[in-house]
């Protein structure tokens, strides 16, 4: 994926000449290895901040999400998911499941109840999740310190979504998945993608939103055969590690028909409430309300094509959700996060370019 089709050449371009006009102009060694020292020691303070930052936030939302969200009782709470007994579908969301299982079992966290086991996976994963999504912030932008600060915008997104609903292990893991899928699809890089599509498929069925994401943004920019085969191996994949799956719980017991439950007309009559209207509006903290007044602006393919993937995921959960639980959408975050990511750096950079241009003048 060249740079022009993607917008990554123009943003690299003028961060270079804007963020740091003097280096487009200046070949002496000193004086680049100078400023290449200073932004390295910037950048490493950024760090420091950011990781402290981000352990506060994770201790923090820890508290909120056993504190403020509810189990589902009889169904799917953390002993039946750790012992195997829940119901399908949500035995079948197994990774977490089995890795809790694993390191109780042979890695010496015996003395914790699963709960607790569940807690400390639910710290570990969000800080994860940060770091993942500012690596894949400053592919887009090409900006370290920005793509840093913008990656706090899921401070403000995370309890929308994740607080006062239903409390399960997998729903922060598939973010931090869908992140990495984005990130390696947007740079082609095909065997680190698989590797997350495989455990993503294992930890949650919605990981072909990353095969229809391909589609969308590899069309035409890929030889069509090419594009057909990623798509059928990717299918495939998830049919066989679903399939796989299913068997191996097929003895649990069933809510709806075990992949979903029908919640079409429940939905409909819910929607008769004006709360649940200003719940369901409530999704990405109100952050798909610039996308919809600038999607036009939206100079990054990638990012401006994975949007459309959004209104099809609403679509189809309004019929096997429920409307008002905002977790269900947690797949779409990093997109709806990334496109106001490059919004706001795009007018960033205008700014610059602007004030830059005036301070020529002068």
Known sequence: MGAASTGKGDFNAVHRTFRYPLATHCQKGGIVDAMNSDAHKENKRIDYLFTLVVLLFATYFLQDRFALNAFYDGIATPIMLFEGEAYLPFQTRALVLWMAATLHRYLFFESLNPLQLFAVF????????????????????????????????????????????????????????????????????????????????????????????????????????????????????????????????????KLGYGTFEYQLWKNMALLQNPKIWIKALSAFGYLWVPILFYYPRIKNDFVRLSLWLVP???????????????????????IVLAANVVLIHQAFIQRVKSDFSINSVR
């Open 312 to 334: 099809p995921v609403y679509g189809i959960l309004f019929v096997i959700g429920v409307v008002y639980e905002l977790r269900i959408y947690v797949e779409c975050i990093p």
């Open 122 to 253: 639910d710290f570990v994963f969000t800080i994860l999740l940060l770091f993942v999504t500012r690596r894949f912030l400053f592919h887009l932008i090409q900006d370290y310190p920005m793509a840093t600060c913008l990656s706090c915008l899921l401070f403000y997104i995370m309890p929308f979504h994740l607080t006062k609903t239903m409390w399960y292990p997998w729903d922060i893991p598939t973010m931090i998945f869908m992140t990495l899928g984005m990130m390696y699809l947007y740079q082609w890089k095909w065997i680190p993608f698989y590797l997350v599509f495989v455990l993503s498929t294992i930890n949650r069925e919605t990981t072909i939103l990353l095969t229809c994401m391909m589609v969308l943004t590899c069309f035409r920019k890929m030889p069509f055969s090419r594009l057909c085969l990623h798509v059928l191996i990717q299918v495939l994949v998830w049919l066989l590690i679903r399939y796989c799956i299913f068997r191996l719980y097929s003895l649990n017991p």
